[in-house]
C-alpha cells in the first residue's frame, strides 16, 4: 500500500470482507474520507487486493511463499480476487450513489465564485462558473458519460485538491467555454489549466481531472463532438501526463502537446512564455519553402551500409524455417557487439531492442552461439521475454515504458514475428495501418530505425513478397526477402524495395554449425546451434545425383523416426530403426528392407551413402560423417 503512494491502516485483517480505510497520501494519514479499500485473505495462500476511489489506485497481491502454486491454489485465488473485485464494486456503487445525492445539495446550495477567491487570484484565472462552499473552498463539478452530476472537487486556498468521499471520477468531466461545431476542443487535467487555456484560445476546453482519464474523456469527445481535438498534457517529472496523452492519442486519432518545461500549461504561462503559439503553432512553420528545404545537405545514414538505414522503416520476410531470423540476428548481434562490417559493409554500431514474440529457448542459443563464433563477450542488446499487441495502447506503451528505462537509447527496433506483435488480422489494411502507426511512433519516440520480421505466403509467386495486406510493402524504406537454402544453392539475401537509395547487390550465405561452450543437453551431449557465414569465395559444390538426393532424403527421414540420435557430436541411425522405418513408413517386406541396408546392394541407400562418404558404418548402425550433412541435421534438430 505505501509502494502505491497510500497511507496503510494500521492494522490489516485478513478475513475476506471489504475493509474502508483512509488512505491519505504517502508519508501522511487521510482526512476521514476512508476512500481507501482492500479486501484481504489468509487462508490458504494469502491474496487480495486493495485501492483508493479518490486517487483511482487498484492493485492486487499474493504471498510469495517461496514455490510455484499449484493448479488448485491458483485457481482459488483468481476466485478470490474475482470475488473482493465484485465487494469493491457493489460497496463502490453504494458509495457513489449516496454521494451522487450530496453533492447535488452541496452543488446547488454553492454561490458563485468571486475573482478575488484566493486560489484564483494565485493562478490568475477566472472563475469561469466555479463554485464556493460554505468554509470558502472552491469547487468544481464532474459529471458522468451519461450527463449526470457525479461528484465535486474541493480546492482549498493554497491548492489542496480533494474529491467528495465516494464520488464516481473514473471517466468523469466538466468543459469551460461554449461547444460549437467546428471549434477546436482542448482536453487538459486541471480546472486551472483548463481555464488558463480557455482564456488564451478562447476555444472550449474540457476538464479530464486526471491524466488516467484523458483516455476515456478523449474517446467520449471523439464520438460526440465533431471538431479538432488536442489534448494538453502536464509536463510530469515522472512523464504520467505525456503517457496518458500518447495512449490517448494512439486509440482516438487526437493531437497532444506537453509544455517543454515541467509543470502544466498555467505553469507555462505563469513563466512568461507563449502559451497561445504553443497550443497553435502557425501555419507557416508547417509548409516550408523549397529552397530552404533543399539547400542543406542530407545524406542517408545508415546502420549498416546499404542494408540497414538510419530511422527507417524495414521488414525482413521469408519462409519459416528458411533462416530469416539468423540473418536479422547476425544484423543485431554485428551492431550490438559493435564489429566493424557486415559481409563486407560498414557497420555503424549502436544499442539495440529485440522484441521476440516466439522462440525464446532457441534465442538463446543462437546469441550464445554467435558470441562464441565472433569472440564478442558484451552485446549492448536487449531482448522481450515475450511479444505484446504492439498495436494497442496498452502493448504500445508497455513497449515505450520499459525502452525508456534503458540505460541507452536504441538505435534499431526488431519486431520478430509480426504476427506475434499484431492484434488484428494482418490481411486487413486498417489493422495494418495501426501497426505502421505503432513502428512510426516508435521511430519518432526513439529516433531509431524499427525493422519487423514477417512471413511470406503459402504459394510458390508469393515467396517474393510478404504475407497480407498490401499496405506493409507501401510504407517501408527498406524490404529484403530471405529465399532458403535448397539442395546445394546457398540462402539468398535479396533486397526488395529501397525508397531512397539503390537496391543493393544480393548476397549468398549460409549456416554453420557451431558447438556452444558449457553448453550440454539432459544426456550429456554438446549443444549446438547456428551463425550465418557468407558463402562468397566459396567453391559451388557439383549437383548431387537424383539418385543419391533420394537416398539422402530416406536416410534423414529414417532418423527422425528413430529419434534423431547422436553419437561422438555426429548424427547416428541405429540399423533397427532404418529396419522399421522401411517397414512401417516406406510399407517394405523385411526381406527388401533387409537388402537396403546391406553395405554392398549397389543402388541401395546405405551402400550408396557410404560410396559416396557421406556416412560410414559402426556399432548397429551408421554416423553420418560428411560435415555439411551433418551440420544441417544437427541444426534442424536444435531448431526442433
Known amino acids: 500500500m505505501i509502494r502505491a503512494g497510500l497511507h496503510a491502516p494500521d492494522q490489516i485483517i485478513l478475513d475476506g470482507n471489504l475493509h474502508r480505510f483512509a488512505s491519505g497520501t504517502k508519508g501522511r494519514p487521510g482526512h476521514g474520507d476512508k476512500s481507501g479499500w482492500y479486501v484481504a485473505y489468509g487462508d490458504g495462500v494469502p491474496a487480495g487486493a486493495f485501492g483508493c476511489w479518490r486517487s483511482g489506485i487498484e492493485v492486487t497481491w499474493k504471498a510469495d511463499v517461496g514455490r510455484q502454486l499449484t493448479m488448485q491454489e491458483h485457481l482459488a485465488q483468481l476466485k478470490r480476487l474475482e470475488e473482493a473485485k465484485r465487494r469493491r464494486d457493489a460497496e463502490r456503487q453504494k458509495a457513489q450513489e449516496v454521494a451522487a445525492n450530496s453533492v447535488d445539495i452541496i452543488w446547488s446550495n454553492g454561490v458563485g465564485a468571486a475573482p478575488d477567491h484566493p486560489y484564483l487570484q494565485r493562478k490568475g484565472i477566472g472563475a469561469h462558473g466555479a463554485r464556493v462552499t460554505g468554509d470558502g473552498r472552491l469547487m468544481v463539478p464532474l459529471f458522468n ?15 489542496e485538491k480533494r474529491y467528495h468521499a465516494g464520488g464516481e471520477t473514473g471517466g468523469a468531466y466538466w468543459w469551460i467555454g461554449a461547444m460549437e461545431e467546428g471549434r477546436t476542443v482542448y482536453l487538459a487535467e486541471g480546472f486551472a489549466t483548463a481555464a488558463t487555456i480557455h482564456e488564451v484560445t478562447g476555444q472550449p476546453v474540457v476538464v479530464a481531472y486526471s491524466a488516467s482519464n484523458l483516455v476515456p474523456v478523449a474517446g467520449m469527445l471523439r464520438e460526440q463532438v465533431k471538431a479538432p481535438i488536442v489534448i494538453v498534457a502536464d509536463h510530469d517529472a515522472s512523464g504520467v501526463g505525456q503517457r496518458y496523452a500518447e495512449q490517448a492519442s494512439a486509440k482516438h486519432g487526437v493531437r497532444f502537446v506537453v509544455p517543454p518545461m515541467q509543470g502544466d500549461a498555467n505553469d507555462y504561462r505563469a513563466a512568461g512564455h507563449d502559451l497561445a503559439a504553443l497550443l497553435a503553432p502557425p501555419a507557416t512553420d508547417w509548409l516550408i519553402p523549397a529552397d530552404t528545404f533543399s539547400e542543406a545537405p542530407a545524406p542517408l545514414r545508415w546502420q549498416i551500409k546499404r542494408w540497414i538505414q538510419a530511422e527507417a522503416l524495414i521488414m ?27 559481409f563486407g559493409h560498414k557497420i555503424h554500431p549502436g544499442p539495440v531492442v529485440y522484441l521476440a514474440g516466439e522462440g525464446h529457448h532457441g534465442l538463446r542459443g543462437r546469441v550464445a552461439a554467435w558470441k562464441h563464433h565472433h569472440q564478442v563477450k558484451s552485446l549492448q542488446m536487449w531482448l522481450s521475454r515475450e511479444g505484446c499487441d504492439l498495436n494497442t495502447p496498452e502493448g504500445y506503451l508497455r513497449v515505450v515504458d520499459n525502452v525508456r528505462a534503458l540505460p541507452q537509447r536504441p538505435v534499431l527496433i526488431v519486431v520478430d514475428t509480426l504476427h506475434r506483435f499484431l492484434a488484428g488480422d494482418e490481411n486487413s489494411a486498417q489493422d495494418a495501418k495501426t501497426m505502421l502507426d505503432a513502428c512510426g511512433n516508435l521511430m519518432r519516440e526513439f529516433s531509431c530505425s524499427v525493422l519487423m520480421v514477417h512471413h511470406t505466403g503459402v504459394s510458390d509467386e508469393a515467396q517474393h513478397r510478404a504475407r497480407g495486406s ?44 557451431v558447438e556452444i561452450p558449457g553448453w550440454f543437453d539432459e544426456d550429456g551431449e554438446a549443444v549446438t546451434s ?20 533420394k537416398h539422402r532424403r530416406m536416410f534423414e527421414n529414417a532418423w527422425w523416426f528413430g529419434g534423431a540420435q547422436i553419437e561422438r557430436g555426429l548424427p547416428y541411425l541405429a540399423r533397427n530403426d532404418l529396419m522399421r522405418y522401411l517397414m512401417e513408413k516406406v510399407d517394405m517386406k523385411e526381406a527388401s528392407a533387409k537388402l537396403y541396408c546391406k553395405p554392398a546392394a549397389k543402388g541401395k541407400v546405405i551402400c550408396e551413402l557410404i560410396l559416396s562418404e557421406m556416412i560410414e558404418s559402426t556399432d548397429g548402425g551408421w554416423l553420418v560423417i560428411d560435415p555439411v550433412q551433418a551440420s544441417a541435421m544437427m541444426i534442424r534438430k536444435n531448431e526442433d
Open 145 to 159: 458519460a451519461d450527463g449526470r452530476l457525479c461528484s465535486l472537487q474541493y480546492i482549498d486556498a493554497d491548492g
Open 316 to 342: 525482413v520476410h521469408g519462409p519459416s524455417g528458411g533462416g530469416k531470423t539468423f540473418l536479422v540476428l547476425d544484423w543485431v548481434c554485428s551492431m550490438a557487439g559493435q564489429l566493424p562490417e557486415w
Open 470 to 513: 498490401s499496405a506493409w510493402r507501401g510504407a517501408l524504406d527498406i524490404e529484403i526477402s530471405v529465399v532458403p537454402a535448397k539442395d546445394d544453392d546457398p540462402m539468398q539475401i535479396i533486397q526488395r524495395k529501397s525508397k531512397d537509395a539503390e537496391l543493393a547487390p544480393a548476397l549468398t550465405a549460409r549456416l554453420q554449425a
Open 530 to 549: 547456428a551463425v550465418l557465414v557468407s558463402t562468397e569465395g566459396e567453391t559451388v559444390a557439383a549437383p548431387r545425383n537424383k539418385g543419391l538426393e
